[in-house]
């Protein structure tokens, strides 16, 4: 059923607006878009997103009564939410020591904060979470396919292609030592060509084109129900310039917030984003701290830093409403080699979906064939 454009709750002026323009329906209001909807009525793309913004809520709740009777809340026991949270699944990282920290890998039906300075490899992890997300199941995936919204432009496709490669590669490893039916059958499927065509790639030059864009998602992702997660890097560089409505901007970083929470849980899809790192300036020192206020700092339900110790680069799991605070070493290299004969291992273990091989040292050996490769020993993994 359609609804009328003057039942909507917005100010009478708007709603006036809108009719005069020959808006009747919601469904050619949302058809519109805010920068046609921002020329139609003479008013600025903010007060265009914002309008839609209220729009699109209107709609997810009048759905939710429609399906929910009388109660449209949801109501559930404290044992249902355990059994929930329970079977969400994990993107591994292919990284042990990292995996372990996050309690499994980057959690499904969350939002994963990765903040940290230039260079330190914030979308470089990005790119590698798109490439695993795709891993089949029998190999400890969850056989998904990933949203990768770039505002910064740091988007590498040679740099995914060896990362997917090499990812093939490594199950083909796995299978060849373990002999079974499904890694064989899973194996026709999972090549690089596949692994590329099911990342989805977004570039959005500005922060009017990133809200349109989030706001406009669930609908592409209704349409592919397999995306299981959804990578934004960066989330502060198109919120940093331009605004001198800072409260302007508080407000739609809370609407943006609100959204990828409804599309985590909606879409039991993994939400990742990356953050820049900001100067704050105290009495006696500064101190790096994540971009965009304290009241962002609540978005995230997991957030990790990445930061430098001199020349170590070091991985802190700052906030988890499960996981205790940790820190790790980890480094990044160009390539690695793939002149190791699976002779020369001791054995090749699959233990809750994170892929390990052990050598007859004592480390604790990520065979990562990535460009992004976190290399851990167990006895100092944890600083």
Known sequence: MQRDVGSLPLAPALRARLLAAGFQTVEELLETGPCGLSKELGISKEEALEALQVVRQECHGGAARTAGGSGATRKCTALELLEEEQAQGFIITFCSALDTILGGG???????????????????????????????????????????????????????ADIAAACVQHCRLIAEAHQEEDHRKALETFSLESI?????????????????????????????????????????????????????????????????????????????????????????????????????????????????????RLATLYKSPSQKESTIRYHITVSISFGMEIQRWEQIVSRGGIFRHTDKSEKDVCFLSFAFQLSFEVKLGCL
């Open 106 to 160: 980057v959690q499904l039906t969350k939002i994963t904060e990765i903040c940290g300075a230039p260079g330190v490899g914030k979308t470089q992890l990005c790119m590698q979470l798109a490439v695993d997300v795709q891993i089949p199941e029998c190999f400890g995936g969850v056989a998904g396919e990933a949203v990768f919204i770039d505002t910064e432009g740091s988007f590498m496709v040679d740099r995914v």
């Open 196 to 312: 590329l065509s099911h990342i989805y790639y977004f570039r959005c030059r500005d922060y009017t084109e990133l809200l349109a864009q989030v706001y406009l998602l669930p609908d592409f992702l209704s349409e592919h129900s397999k995306v299981r997660l959804v990578v934004i890097d960066g989330i502060a560089f198109p919120f940093r310039h331009d605004f001198e409505d800072l409260s302007l901007r508080t407000r739609l970083l809370n609407g943006l917030a609100q959204q990828l929470i409804i599309i985590a849980n909606d879409h039991k899809s993994a939400v990742v984003l990356t953050n820049q790192m900001t100067t704050r300036i105290g009495q006696s020192q500064s101190t790096l701290v994540p971009a965009l206020g304290e009241s962002w700092g609540h978005a995230a339900t997991v957030r990790l830093i990445f930061h430098w110790d001199n020349t170590q």
